[in-house]
């Protein structure tokens, strides 16, 4: 079983619509990231937390340490906010590691 | 700033050649790694170095070599490359600790 599982796997949203993306792990972690992936192939880093809660624009990162789970938020989503999502956690057994989710593809239709 | 610079972007090899996937990061990070992605799998970490003359092994560090003789370039070696290291490889780099990767843009790999 992966060590960080994400879902859903794909999502269809139309344009506006808020868009929750999910993360679960199953170690212990030092840091949790989210990252962005779009159709070019490039990666970029979006937020990385620990505990609590993140904000840039229209993304918002939360994290609940207990219950070893993370969401991204994505409001009012745009087209251009189509890409793969991604969860990746740095695990405490090995900091300088870095495990991955499978991604979410997220498709926002006009 | 560059950021992270990896090269070639595409590279078709027949199996049992060799060529090394070049990445360079002009940032002065400690960290740098090597990552694989393939089809419904996350990334998975290949190799990895904590600064220059150290390297160590990740996940899936089987048919590739890495060194770091410079902070700056972090090369990855397939020394006789086989049609399951088909891929795409990601270098990253950063600041060592918890704090935000650099990613490059990627190297998409086909071994026929």
């Known amino acids: 079983k992966n060590e960080v599982e994400q879902s859903p796997q794909n999502l269809t949203a139309q344009e506006g619509e808020f868009i929750t993306i999910n993360c679960s792990y199953s170690v212990g972690i030092s840091a949790l990231h989210w990252l962005q992936q779009h159709p070019g192939g490039g990666i970029v880093s979006l937020f990385m937390?620990?505990?609590g809660k993140k904000k840039h624009g229209r993304l918002i990162a939360t994290i609940n340490i207990q219950e070893k789970h993370s969401s991204l938020h994505i409001t009012a989503s745009h087209p251009r906010d189509s890409a793969v999502y991604i969860c990746a956690a740095r695990p405490n057994y090995n900091n300088n590691d870095m495990r991955f989710g499978a991604g979410t593809r997220l498709t926002v239709k006009p | 700033n560059a950021g992270v610079t990896q090269t070639p972007k595409f590279q078709v090899l027949k199996t049992g050649q060799s060529m090394t996937l070049q990445c360079a990061q002009d940032?002065?990070?400690?960290?740098m790694s090597w990552y694989r992605q393939d089809p419904g799998m996350g990334l998975r970490l290949i190799h990895y170095s904590v600064g220059a003359g150290i390297t160590d092994q990740g996940e899936v560090p089987n048919g590739y070599n890495v060194s770091r003789s410079t902070t700056e370039d972090f090369p990855l070696r397939l020394l006789s490359a086989a049609p399951s290291q088909t891929s795409v490889y990601f270098c990253?780099?950063?600041?060592?600790?918890?704090?935000?990767?650099?990613f490059g843009q990627g190297t998409r790999l086909t071994v026929v």
């Open positions: 937390l620990s505990s």
């Open positions: 940032m002065n990070h400690e960290y």
């Open positions: 990253a780099s950063r600041i060592q600790g918890d704090t935000e990767a650099f």
